[in-house]
C-alpha cells in the first residue's frame, strides 16, 4: 500500500479506472448538479477501493452488475489539499455506479446568476479542473497518472446549450426508463424545459482535462477544425473570430513540428472574464479567459501555447505535479517554436526575453526557499495553487533551449518528435524523459549538467538571456529610466503590448511616484486595453506608493478573475511591512467586494496571499 501522488488518495496496490459514464443534472437554483458516475476499473478488485471527492454529498454506491448496495464511507476528515476519500468495498468486481449531489462551493465550478453575464438574462456554469479540482465535480482517481475515457450526459434548461471538451454526439429530449443513469428522480430527469446533450471522449485522458461548460452560448467557425465559442454576444464572437483567424495556420505548425494532431477538433471557448487562468487546454475545446482578445491578433501567442499542450501535456502527460515541468516547460518550448514560424524570430524573441525577466524575478522571491525553483519538486503536503509560478514554465524551456543549443535545432527536432511519438497517451515521469533523452543522445549529460538541471536549485550557469537586438534595446531603455530618461516617442512607435511590458517588467520595482505620473501621462499606460500592459503598470504605480492609481487598481481587481494579474496585484499591494497599513485595508477591502466574482480557485489563491501578509 503507497500512494502514488501526492495529491491524491489513490493506492497503488488498486487497478485505475479506465471509463466513466457520466450523469448531470444540473439545478441552478441550487448552483448543484445531482449525479452519477459509473467507474469501470482495469480489472476487477476485491477489497477496499480509495477515490478522491471534495466537497460532495455521496448518496448511494451501487454495484450496477448485481444492482445492489455496496458498502462505502467518506471519510469525515478533510484534508485541506486532497479533499476526503471515499472507499468503497468491492467483491471481484470491477464497476462501481455512485450517485452524489457536488456542493455550490466545489472548487471547479464557478456558478455565474444572470447579471453577472453579459446578456443578464440566463446562468452560467463552467469547470476548471487543473490541478486538483475533478474530485469536486465527481468522485475519481483524481491523478495525472490515470487516463479515463467517458461519456457524458448533461441535463439543462432548454435555454441553454452545453458544451464540452469532447465529441457533441446529440441535443436531445430526456428519455423515460433509465436515461437519467440514478442521478435524480426520473421525475425531474424528464420534467418540461429540459434537454439533455450527450458528449463521448474516446481519447483517454487524465481527469484534470475534464471540462464543461453550459449557458447561453454561440459560436462562430474560423477554421476547417475550429469553432470559436463563448456567451452568445455577437459583438464578442465576431472580435473573438478576428483574433483567432489564424489558428489553423498554427495547427498546421504545430503537425509539422511535432506530429500529426490527434485530437480531431481544435475548437476554443472564450468564458467570462472571471475566468482564472489565460488558457487552459482542455483538449479538442480550449477555454480562455477574454482578457487574450486584443484586437490585434496577439492572443495567438496564448492558443499557440494551449494548442502546444495538444502534444506536450495532453499526449505526454507528467505522471503527478511533481513533474509539472514535462507539461509546461515542453508546451513553452513548443508554444515558442509555433510563434515563430507564424510571427518571426523576434516576437519569439521578445517572449524569450519577457520569460527570462519572469524567471529572474521569481528566483529572487522564492530565494528563502528554493525548493520550489526545482524543475523536480515535492509536493507532498503542498497545495499545487499555491506553488503555482514561472519556474516550471520558463526554467523547464530554459533546461529545453540548452539541449537544443547542445545538440543544433535539426537534431532536436528529430528528437522531440521522436519523443511524442514514443510516449504518446501515456503518463510519464522526470526519469523516464531522461533515460528516453540520454538514449537517443548518447553523450549528452557529459555536456550538460542533467542533475543540476532537472533537481537543482535557482538558474544553472548555462542558462541564457535571448540576444536581439530590439529585445537588447528595450532593456537598455528601462535602464536608462532609472537616469530620469524617458523613452522617446519615436523610440516606442513601433511597439505593440510585448514591447511594453517587457519595459515596464525591466523597471525598478519603485521609483519616485512623480516618474510613474509622467511615464503616464505620456503613453497612458493606466489605460491601456491591453491587460498584460496595464496591470505591469500598475504593479509599478503600486511599488512606488502613487496612490491617485488606485482606484484603476480596484477597477481592474473587479473587472477581470485572471489570477495572473490578481495575484501580482494583490501581493504588491500587502507585501512589506513598513507603512503598508493603508494598501492592506485597501486590498482587503476591494478583495471582500470582488470575493463573490471570483472562480473558487481564484478566490483560495487571493486569501492565501492576504493570510500570509497580514
Ligand atoms: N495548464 C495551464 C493552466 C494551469 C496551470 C491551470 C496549472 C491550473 C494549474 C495553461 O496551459 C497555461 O499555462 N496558461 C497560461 C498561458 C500562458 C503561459 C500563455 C496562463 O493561464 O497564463
Ligand atoms: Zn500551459
Known sequence: MAPIDPHSFTDSTHPLTIHISLSFYFDFSTSTIAASALLTLRHPHSGDLVI?????????????????????????NVDPIKGQPLTVSLTNSSKILITFITSPSSSALQWLTPPQTFNKKYPFVYTQCQAIHARSIFPCQDTPTSRVRYNAKLNIPHQLSAVMSARHVERRAPLAGGDSGYACDESLWCA???????????????????????????????????????????AVLDAAAKEFA???????VGEKLFGEYDWERFDLLVLPPSFPYGGMENP????????????????????????AHSWTGNLI????????????????????????????????????????????????????????????????GVDPDDVYSEVPYEKGFQFLWRIERQIGRAAFDEFLKKYIAAFKFQSIDTQMFLDFLKASIPGIENDIDLKTWTEGTGLPPDAMEPVSN?????????????????????????WHGQEWELYLENLPKSVEASQVTALDRRYRLSESKDYEVKVAFLQLAIGSRCSEYYNVVEKTLKEVGRMKYLRPLYTSLVQGSAGKEEEKIFAQRVFAEARETYHPIAQGVVESILSKHL
Request: glycine share 6%; net charge negative; proline share 5%.
Open 246 to 252: 489564424g489558428t489553423e495556420d498554427m495547427i498546421r
Open 52 to 76: 478522491d471527492t471534495r466537497s460532495l454529498t455521496i448518496t448511494s454506491v451501487i454495484d450496477p452488475i448485481t444492482n445492489t448496495q455496496l458498502s462505502f464511507h467518506l471519510s469525515p
Open 317 to 380: 502527460t507528467n505522471k503527478t505535479n511533481d513533474h509539472f515541468w514535462l507539461n509546461e516547460g515542453f508546451t513553452t518550448y513548443a508554444e515558442r517554436r509555433i510563434v515563430e514560424a507564424v510571427q518571426g524570430e523576434d516576437i519569439a524573441a521578445l517572449n524569450i526575453g519577457i520569460g527570462w525577466k519572469g524567471l529572474v524575478d521569481t528566483m529572487e522571491r522564492f530565494k528563502d526557499n528554493m525548493e520550489f525553483t526545482k524543475l523536480l519538486t515535492n509536493q507532498e
Open 284 to 307: 479538442r475545446m480550449v477555454f480562455l479567459t477574454p482578457t487574450v482578445i486584443k484586437g490585434d491578433a496577439s492572443g495567438a501567442q496564448v492558443v499557440a501555447h494551449e494548442l
Open 470 to 494: 530590439i529585445y537588447t534595446k528595450i532593456v537598455s531603455l528601462a535602464h536608462e529610466f532609472k537616469q530620469g530618461r524617458m523613452p522617446s516617442e519615436d523610440e516606442v512607435a513601433s
Open 192 to 234: 418540461e424545459g429540459r434537454v439533455v446533450e450527450e458528449f463521448v471522449m474516446e481519447q483517454p485522458i487524465p481527469p484534470y482535462l475534464f471540462a464543461f461548460s453550459v449557458g447561453e452560448i454561440g459560436c462562430r467557425e474560423v477554421g476547417p477544425r475550429t469553432k470559436v465559442f463563448a456567451e452568445a454576444v455577437p
